[in-house]
C-alpha cells in the first residue's frame, strides 16, 4: 500500500486579505497599525473640529501628541520610534502642528520616555501616564520656547502652555484601555 502524502495545499480563499502573501500575524500587525491610524484621524478631528472650541483659561488640548506619546511608549523603543517619526511627520502635514520643529520633538521625546520607561519603570498603567506626562509637559515646554525665540509669543502665556498640557494629560486615563487593546492584536505586548 502507498502511503499518502502528508503535504495538503492551501484551500483558495476569496477575501482580498487573504490574497495578499501575509502571514496570520503579520495580517494582524496590519490591522493593529490601521487602528492605530484610524484612533490619532479621529482624535485629530476631534481636536480641530471640536475642542478647538471649547477654551478653558484660554488654552485647549493638544491630543495627537499626547497619543502619539502615549502610542510609542505602549509600543516599546524599536516599533514606537519609527512610529513617532512617521506619525510626527503627518502631524506636521496635517497642518495643526505648530511648525516644523514639532515633528523632531515629538520623534526625540517619544524615544527618550521609551527609554526611561524600559529603564526605570516597570510596564504598567501609571509608568506610561508618567511617561506621557513627562513627554507632554517638555513638548508644550518646547513649543513655547520656539515660538518665544520667533516672537510668536509672550512669556506671559507660559501658563496657558502647561494649562494645555494638562488639558490633554486628562485624555490619557480614557485613552489608555483603548489603546492598550489596540496594542494587544499581534505581536508584542505589555503583560500586567
Not at 490574497?19 to 491610524?37: G, H, P
Not at 521609551?114 to 516597570?122: K, V
Request: hydrophobic fraction near 50%.
Amino acid at each position: 500500500m502507498a502511503k499518502k502524502s502528508e503535504f495538503r495545499p492551501d484551500k483558495p480563499s476569496t477575501s482580498l486579505l487573504s490574497r495578499l502573501i501575509l502571514t496570520k500575524q503579520q495580517r494582524k500587525t496590519a490591522l493593529k497599525w490601521t487602528f492605530y491610524a484610524g484612533i490619532l484621524i479621529v482624535l485629530s478631528v476631534l481636536q480641530d473640529v471640536l475642542l478647538s472650541q471649547v477654551r478653558v483659561l484660554n488654552a485647549t488640548t493638544e491630543l495627537v501628541p499626547c497619543a502619539i506619546f502615549l502610542i510609542s511608549i505602549l509600543e516599546g523603543l524599536h516599533s514606537g520610534s519609527v512610529f513617532s517619526l512617521v506619525a510626527g511627520l503627518l502631524y506636521l502635514f496635517s497642518g495643526t502642528a505648530p511648525g516644523p520643529y514639532s515633528m523632531v520633538a515629538i520623534t526625540f521625546l517619544s524615544v527618550g520616555a521609551c527609554i526611561f520607561r524600559q529603564a526605570f519603570l516597570q510596564e504598567s498603567f501609571s509608568s506610561a501616564v508618567l511617561c506621557t506626562s513627562m513627554a507632554m509637559v517638555t513638548y508644550v515646554t518646547v513649543n513655547f520656547l520656539f515660538g518665544w525665540f520667533l516672537g510668536l509669543t509672550v512669556l506671559s502665556r507660559l501658563y496657558g502652555f502647561f494649562i494645555t498640557a494638562a488639558l490633554s494629560l486628562v485624555t490619557v486615563p480614557v485613552l489608555y484601555p483603548v489603546l492598550k487593546a489596540i496594542n494587544a492584536f499581534g505581536g508584542y505586548s505589555w503583560k500586567e
